[in-house]
T-cell receptor
Framework: DTEVTQTPKHLVMGMTNKKSLKCEQH?????MYWYKQKAKKPPELMFV???????INESVPSRFSPECPNSSLLNLHLHALQPEDSALYLC???????????????FGEGSRLTVL | QKEVEQDPGPLSVPEGAIVSLNCTYS??????FMWYRQYSRKGPELLMY????GNKEDGRFTAQVDKSSKYISLFIRDSQPSDSATYLC????????????FGPGTRLSVLP
C-alpha cells in the first residue's frame, strides 16, 4: 500500500467554492510534490516543497495555493477554479537533498476533482 | 523532440506472454530511472528504481537501462490480466532530484 495518503478521494466543487486537498506522508521524506494528471496523460508537475519551503512553482495559476505546514503534511487550497481544472491531483514525496537512502518518488492514490 | 518518448499503445498480449515496454530519452545526464504502474483512476505505483546502466530484477519484473543508447526497458514475465494498466517511465538527474521527467505512458492489456 502507498505510504502517501491523500484526502478526499473525490471532490466536486462549484466555481465559486473554496476547498482544500490534503496529503500526508510518514516516510521521513523532506520533498513533497503536487502533480496534476488529465486522462491518458502523464503527471504534470505543479509545485515542489523542499524542507517545507516552496522550491518549484511551475507557473501555476494563483487559484491553486499550496501550503506545507510541517514535514509530513502538504495542502493544496483551491479557489475560483474553472471546469478545465477538473483532473486527478496527485501528491508525491521523495527523500529530498542531504538525506541518506535512495531518491524514489512515491505517489498517493490521488484526489479526483470535478469542477462544475 | 520530446525529452522522453514512449509508445502509447494500446499493447494487447495474451496471458502468460512476456511483455516488453520501452522508453527512449534525449538527455544523457539522466542517472536514475523508474517504472510506474497506474491503474485507471488510481495513483502511479512505483515498480522499479534503477541507477545508471544495467539490469534489476524483482519477481516477474526486470528493468534494463542502456545509457549508451539512451533506452530503458521493463520486461514482465508470465503476464497476468491484473497487469493490465498504463506503465509510465520516469527519470531524474540525481538521487535527490526533484525534477522527474515522465514518459507519456503505454497502455497494456493482458487478455485472459
Amino acid at each position: 500500500d502507498t505510504e502517501v495518503t491523500q484526502t478526499p478521494k473525490h471532490l466536486v466543487m462549484g466555481m465559486t467554492n473554496k476547498k482544500s486537498l490534503k496529503c500526508e506522508q510518514h516516510m521521513g521524506h523532506r520533498a513533497m510534490y503536487w502533480y496534476k494528471q488529465k486522462a491518458k496523460k502523464p503527471p504534470e508537475l505543479m509545485f515542489v516543497y523542499s524542507y517545507e519551503k516552496l522550491s518549484i512553482n511551475e507557473s501555476v495559476p494563483s487559484r491553486f495555493s499550496p501550503e506545507c505546514p510541517n514535514s509530513s503534511l502538504l495542502n493544496l487550497h483551491l479557489h475560483a477554479l474553472q471546469p478545465e481544472d477538473s483532473a486527478l491531483y496527485l501528491c508525491a514525496s521523495s527523500q529530498g537533498p542531504g538525506l541518506a537512502g535512495t531518491g524514489e518518488l512515491f505517489f498517493g492514490e490521488g484526489s479526483r476533482l470535478t469542477v462544475l | 523532440q520530446k525529452e522522453v518518448e514512449q509508445d502509447p499503445g494500446p499493447l494487447s498480449v495474451p496471458e502468460g506472454a512476456i511483455v516488453s515496454l520501452n522508453c527512449t530519452y534525449s538527455n544523457s545526464a539522466f542517472q536514475y530511472f523508474m517504472w510506474y504502474r497506474q491503474y485507471s483512476r488510481k495513483g502511479p505505483e512505483l515498480l522499479m528504481y534503477t541507477y545508471s546502466s544495467g539490469n534489476k530484477e524483482d519477481g516477474r519484473f526486470t528493468a534494463q537501462v542502456d545509457k549508451s543508447s539512451k533506452y530503458i526497458s521493463l520486461f514482465i514475465r508470465d503476464s497476468q490480466p491484473s497487469d493490465s494498466a498504463t506503465y509510465l517511465c520516469a527519470m531524474t538527474l540525481s538521487n535527490y532530484g526533484q525534477n522527474f521527467v515522465f514518459g507519456p505512458g503505454t497502455r497494456l492489456s493482458v487478455l485472459p
